[in-house]
T-cell receptor, first 113, second 109 residues
Framework: EPEVTQTPSHQVTQMGQEVILRCVPI?????FYWYRQILGQKVEFLVS????????KSEIFDDQFSVERPDGSNFTLKIRSTKLEDSAMYFC???????????FGPGTRLTVL | RKEVEQDPGPFNVPEGATVAFNCTYS??????FFWYRQDCRKEPKLLMS???SGNEDGRFTAQLNRASQYISLLIRDSKLSDSATYLC??????????FGKGTKLSVKP
């Protein structure tokens, strides 16, 4: 069964450093998303991406965040200058024609020290 | 008022029990509705979409009442493997999913 994959599974970084989280969505999907979940809290939407551009972004997705689809398979989330409060699980998701049935990757746990 | 409200639980039930989860939402513009389950420190996994006519998938039955802005999930004959957090999720037109905090279920032998 096709699945969304994410790397790395765990990233530890120092405050102020840049991180890039990587995702490989399901191959025939057209819509891509990033979500985050701070420990003990609900899953929160960050950004949606379609046709090589951002469709929608939340208030969390400020100028420190960017997304890119550098090739036909990868979808990345970059945080330019990490803060302590960026520590969370980051989930990538993708969907096909029915872009609300989203399938999630296993997540990257980001720890900012 | 929160966009999606769920009883946080935990619900502790014996194997074989029937358990019901409820969810209310505040935004009448929501276009689609889902139940996801999330195991500890894992990703959310789609359990089922929820339709106004109600839908069933094996032991799971979901209902949507748009007038009352209320969604439910019924699990019959619960199994140990059903232990997880059940997330009520709303979909918007651009694909933005709004998650509830979830209801934790623990099924005991």
């Amino acid at each position: 069964e096709p699945e969304v994959t994410q790397t790395p599974s765990h990233q530890v970084t120092q405050m102020g450093q840049e991180v890039i989280l990587r995702c490989v969505p399901i191959s025939n999907h057209l819509y891509f998303y990033w979500y985050r979940q701070i420990l003990g809290q609900k899953v929160e939407f960050l950004v949606s991406f379609y046709n090589n551009e951002i469709s929608e972004k939340s208030e969390i997705f400020d100028d420190q965040f960017s997304v890119e689809r550098p090739d036909g398979s990868n979808f990345t989330l970059k945080i330019r200058s990490t803060k302590l409060e960026d520590s969370a699980m980051y989930f990538c998701a993708s969907s096909g024609d029915s872009h609300n049935e989203q399938f999630f990757g296993p997540g990257t746990r980001l720890t900012v020290l | 008022r929160k966009e999606v409200e769920q009883d946080p639980g935990p619900f502790n039930v014996p194997e074989g029990a029937t358990v019901a989860f409820n969810c209310t939402y505040s935004n009448s513009a929501s276009q689609s509705f889902f139940w996801y389950r999330q195991d500890c420190r894992k990703e959310p996994k789609l359990l089922m979409s929820v339709y106004s006519s109600g839908n069933e998938d094996g032991r799971f039955t979901a209902q949507l009442n748009r007038a009352s802005q209320y969604i439910s999930l019924l699990i019959r004959d619960s199994k140990l493997s059903d232990s997880a957090t059940y997330l009520c999720v709303l979909g918007r037109g651009q694909g933005n999913l709004i998650f509830g905090k979830g209801t934790k279920l623990s099924v005991k032998p």
